[in-house]
């Protein structure tokens, strides 16, 4: 996994150039991961241009707890990140959208209350609101953020991840008792400004092209591509393996799907979609081992289930929605023969 995509979002936040951003690209290219080890770096205190993996590491690691700190020296940088932010619960929190998540599952809504007088309905904070009024570096991470209507869901916030620090009109009066619940303050809504939103968007369901305009021009775009270097260690293998061992054999693979992905895509589906090649290419994280509990590797029986189960499903689901040629798949079977992987 590259550095350059945390180092990008990490130089945007801690200049002060945005404060959310979207990282957007086709299935498989680890941007869930990226954004993980950017939100534990920015709660862990990481500033700077240039901070390289064992430095956010290190600056994770030390916010821990000896015990804790033991127990995750060895391991790698996003485990790490996943571990520290399970510790982060006040200042992280990560939400996914979907097509019927709405404004009033996001900011602000209507709750239904049944008591001793009945039924009524109260104005509540939701999930961003609820989250601004926590002290301190807070991150959100919003996952597949183009799945929902972004505009709806937003509302009032598109002007408010602006203009921090400055009360919002909503269409929803909130009111809260104050302390000693002798009468009623009304809440402004307010995005504070240490609130930093970090969205990931699969290029394979929708273009940015077909987020509204005030949403895109609030938020910075960085694109996630595959990362083929990934490939041979997560299979324990180097360039200097042999050419049958089964890293070796993933990472063909991933090169020839590649290249012949080019010439497989539908250039009329493309054209309609304003979508390109680059958006929907599967990422390398399809052709990635997974280690076992004794730690040694899995053999071939892993990729070809990697094979079988997610990257040809994949590629069957595309045929479907126009985005391949029929004869993609028999291509596709091609490949992977003539890789000796059957």
Known sequence: MSNDVVQEVLKIFNRGWNKQVILYGPPGTSKTYSATIIAAAMLAGC????????????????????????????KNLYEVASEY?????????????????????????ISVKAGGNGVTYEVEPKIIEKFCREKGTKVLVIDEINRAPLASVLGELIYGLEYRGEKISTSYELKEKNEDKSEEKTIDLVIPDDLYII???????????????????????????????????????????????????????????????????????????????????IGHTYFLGKKKSDQEYEDQDYLMYRINYQIRPIYNEYIKDGMIKKEGLDRFKEIVKEEGLE
Request: proline letters at 1%; charged letters at 40%; aromatic letters at 8%.
């Open 47 to 74: 500033r700077g241009d240039k901070i390289k993996d064992d430095e956010i590491k290190d600056a994770i690691l030390n916010k821990l707890q000896e015990e804790e700190k033991k127990e995750c020296e060895d």
């Open 199 to 281: 969205g990931t968007m699969n290029t394979a369901d929708r273009s940015i092209g077909s987020m509204d305009y005030a949403v895109r021009r609030r938020f910075a775009f960085i694109q996630v591509g595959s990362v083929e270097d990934a490939i041979l260690g997560s299979w324990g293998c180097d360039e200097k393996s042999d050419d049958s061992s089964v890293g070796k054999k993933a990472l063909a693979l991933y090169k020839k799907l590649m290249e012949e992905e080019e010439g497989i895509f539908s250039q009329r589906f493309l054209e309609d979609t304003e979508l390109d090649v680059e958006d929907i290419k």
């Open 85 to 109: 932010l399970k510790l982060c619960k006040n200042n992280y929190k990560l939400v996914q959208f979907h097509p019927s998540y709405s404004y009033e599952d996001f900011v602000r809504g």
